[in-house]
C-alpha cells in the first residue's frame, strides 16, 4: 500500500507559472520529508527537505509547505521555467529505519 | 567530487536468467540502499546497508537479494527473472545509517526482462 499519496499526476503551467504539489500521509513515525527532482533517464535528485517542526520552508525558487495536522505537504515552484520540466516525487522517512516512502509522482511541464 | 555510480548502464535477460547490479556510493559514504522503479511509478524500498550489514529489507521476495563490501560498493542480485522485474533500478548513498537522512540517487541501471 502507498503511504505517501501524490497530486496530481500532471500538470501543465506557461513559464512564471507556479506550479503546486501536493502530498499526504498517514504514518505519524514519518519526520523528515524530502522532494525529489528526475528528469527522463536520470536517477532522482534531491530538490529540498523539511520536517515537521518547520511549516515552511524555501530553497531558491522552491518552497515546501507543511500541515502537522492534516499530515499533508506541498511543493511550490515560484516562477517556473522550462528547464524545470521534470518528474517529482514527494517522499517521506522516519528515524525508525531511514527507508524513503515516495510517492507516485508529477509530471510537470512549463510551456515557454 | 563523484556521485553515485551505478554499472551496467542497460541490461536485457531472458526470464529465469539471474542479474547482478553494481553500485559505488559517494566518497565517504558508508550507507547503501536500493530501490525500484517500474516505469510511471516512484521508487520502491528493495534493501538499505551500512557497514556490510542489512539494516532494513523492502517487500521483496528472497529472488532478490544484496551485499556490501569492505570498500562500502555493493550489489544487487535477482534470481529466476520475471518480467515483471523490468524497472529501472536505484542505488542511494548516504553518509551514515542511523543519523543521516539525506539520500543521494545514482543514474540507475535499468533492466528489460524478455
Known amino acids: 500500500q502507498q503511504q505517501v499519496k501524490q497530486s496530481p499526476q500532471s500538470l501543465i503551467v506557461q513559464k512564471g507559472g507556479i506550479p503546486i504539489i501536493n502530498c499526504a500521509y498517514e504514518?505519524?513515525?514519518?519526520?523528515?520529508f524530502p522532494w525529489y527532482q528526475q528528469f527522463p533517464g536520470k536517477g532522482p535528485a534531491l530538490l529540498i527537505a523539511?520536517?515537521?517542526?518547520?511549516s515552511e520552508k524555501k530553497e531558491g525558487r522552491f518552497t515546501i509547505s507543511f500541515n502537522k495536522s492534516a499530515k499533508q505537504f506541498s511543493l511550490h515552484i515560484m516562477d517556473s521555467q522550462p528547464g524545470d520540466s521534470a518528474t517529482y516525487f514527494c517522499?517521506?522517512?522516519?528515524?525508525?529505519?531511514?527507508?524513503?516512502?515516495f510517492g507516485a509522482g508529477t509530471t510537470v511541464t512549463v510551456r515557454a | 567530487d563523484a556521485g553515485v555510480t551505478q554499472s551496467p548502464t542497460h541490461l536485457i535477460k531472458t526470464r529465469g536468467q539471474q542479474v547482478t547490479l553494481r553500485c559505488s556510493p559517494i566518497?565517504?559514504?558508508?550507507?547503501v540502499s536500493w530501490y525500484q522503479q517500474v516505469l510511471g511509478q516512484g521508487p520502491q524500498f528493495i534493501f538499505q546497508?551500512?557497514?556490510?550489514?542489512?539494516?532494513g529489507r523492502g517487500n521483496f521476495p528472497d529472488r532478490f537479494s544484496a551485499r556490501q563490501f569492505p570498500n562500502y560498493s555493493s550489489e544487487l542480485n535477482v534470481n529466476a527473472l520475471l518480467l515483471g522485474d523490468s524497472a529501472l533500478y536505484l542505488c542511494?548513498?548516504?553518509?551514515?545509517?542511523?543519523?543521516?537522512?539525506?539520500?543521494?540517487f545514482g543514474p540507475g541501471t535499468r533492466l528489460t526482462v524478455t
Open positions: 542511494a548513498s548516504s553518509l551514515v545509517w542511523d543519523t543521516d537522512y539525506e539520500q543521494y
Open positions: 504514518n505519524t513515525a514519518f519526520d523528515y
Open positions: 523539511i520536517r515537521p517542526d518547520v
Open positions: 517522499a517521506a522517512t522516519s528515524s525508525n529505519d531511514y527507508k524513503l516512502s
Open positions: 566518497s565517504g559514504h558508508k550507507s
Open positions: 546497508y551500512y557497514e556490510k550489514e542489512e539494516r
